[in-house]
Structures are given as structure tokens and as C-alpha cells.
């Protein structure tokens, strides 16, 4: 597995990490325990060293699922975990970053997490009743405490990306972005290489749309698949969406290539610093993924995957209304 850096921070990661999110929450039905360890585990043989977790996933569990399968394999990895809302009872009832609470959640996290220090510590979503200055204070005296290594910020804006890095330097953003969301394009990119920030994108193949097995037929387990709730997931919009499927399959196809593999490929073309974070429950789909670290798109295929793509209208927003309004305030 090739390596890259996030952004001038020295954090060196493999190119592509894993997103262990859907290992138990958000994705439907939970699988077993046992496997989900050990796919971890194996992806470590196959090249991986970079985890991205959170205490919101589960909430609690996905920590403890990463920490116990991780803890023998220490020294080979980097594993990102973020804090930022409040939890009662097992319960998300609202954000919080307070500063007291940062530091509860940085503690709870080492114990989950069974490490001495976080390595990548996210702010998960901002909160403004909380200036980000105070945040960057909060995880600037727990890295220099020890306890955490780097400091990273996920959907924010341009200005809330300054304004924290003045604070305390930051090593990555984390937002969604893929060939069906290209929105980090129009400032978020350019400010962390003005920066030297890295990017690690969620979802890089649209929440699995774009590795082509989901149609207008596909029924979600809404108990715990949060895109059954989601406008770019409705049955019309997925069959309407299928023509970006189609488009990464005819380029894909003749060279021995998979939508998902042409999609990973593509956002590794676009900065040396940016770091996708796929996440699977499936042995075979993770050996997909990681091979497109290894693929060499040429100019001219990116000009004909992008020329291919601008025709095309995204159907479904990427979050219903009220979910929409509350990202695009938080930032």
C-alpha cells in the first residue's frame, strides 16, 4: 500500500484508511462482532494503517470495536476518533464542545480506544454556542498533555478552518467528498493547501452508491441504515442517479476496473494529500477498495471522467431539509 502525508503535519498514513462507521451503526444490520474484528485486523495485513472511528457511532461500541481489534497491531497504525455532541443515557441529544467535555470525551475515548494517546482528534461537528478558538484551546493542552497527537475539524467552512488553525494547527479536514459531491472543491481544497492541512474524505463513493449493487429496488433496514432517510436514496433518485454509475463502468470496464475502483481512483488523482476513508463489512469489497490505491489515472482520463461527469445532475440532496439547514448553520 502506497503511503501519503496529511497535508505538512508528518503524519503519514496508507493512501487509502478505513472507515469503520458501518461496522456496527448507520448501516444496517449489525454484523457479527468476531468478523468485524478480524476484517480489521486482515486489513492491516493488506497494507491499511489509518482507522477512523468516533464515540457518536454506536454510541460507544464502534470505539471499543476498533480498540479491541487494533490494540495488538499498536505500532502499525493511526486510528482518528472525534468528539462534539452530547450523549445521555446512550442517547445523542444535542452538540457539545465545551472544553470540559472535550476533555471527558478524550478520556473515555484512550479507555474505548485502549491507546495512551488519540492520534487524529476531530471535532466532529461545530457548535456555535462554542467559538472554535476555545475548541483548538481544549485539544491544543491535550496534545500537549500528551494525550492527543493531532487536531483535525470535519464539515467546516473556509473560516472556520483559519480561525482554528491560528489556534492550533490543524493535520486534516473530514468531509464528504466524491464524484456525486464535489462541493469542497469551491474553497474547502484551497485552503488546505494554502494551509498544509491534509483532507480525508467520508463516503468517497457516495455512501455506496457509486460502487454500482444499489437501484431503485433496494430496500434499506431504516432501524439502523441512516439512508433510508436520505433524499439521494429514494427510489426515484437512485434510478435516476444510475447514469453516473454507467458513465464510471464504461470507462472502468475495458481496463478491468469497478465503479468503486474509478471512483477511489479519481479522488486520489485530484491532491497527494487527500486520504479516502471507504468503509465495508465485506472481506472482497475491502480488497476492491485498496486496489485502487495502486491505479494511475493519466490527464486524459481524469479530463474524460470529469467532461463525462459535468453533464450530469446529481438527483436527491445529500441530507434531508432540516439536517441540510443544520450543517450548512453549523459551519
Known sequence: MRKRKLGNSGLEVSALGLGCMGMNYHRGPVPDRKAMISLIRKSVELGVTFFDTAEVYGPFTNEELVGEALSPLRKDVVISTKFGFDIQDGEIVGLNVRPENIRKVAEESLKRLRVETIDLFYNHRVDPRVPIEEVAGAVKELIQEGKVKHFGLCEVSEETIRRA????????????????????????LSVCEELGIGFVPFSPTGRGYLTGTLNEKTKFYAANDNRAELPRFTPDAMKANRVIVDVLNEFGRPRGLTSAQVSLAWLLAQKPWIVPIPGTTNLEHLKENLASADLQLTPVDLHNIESAISKITIQGDRYNVQEQKRVEKLK
Do not use: C, D, F, N
Request: hydrophobic share 40%; glycine share 4%.
Open 165 to 188: 488553525h491560528a489556534v492550533q494547527p490543524l493535520t486534516a479536514i473530514q468531509s464528504e467528498y466524491s464524484l456525486m459531491w464535489k462541493e469542497q472543491e469551491k474553497g474547502i
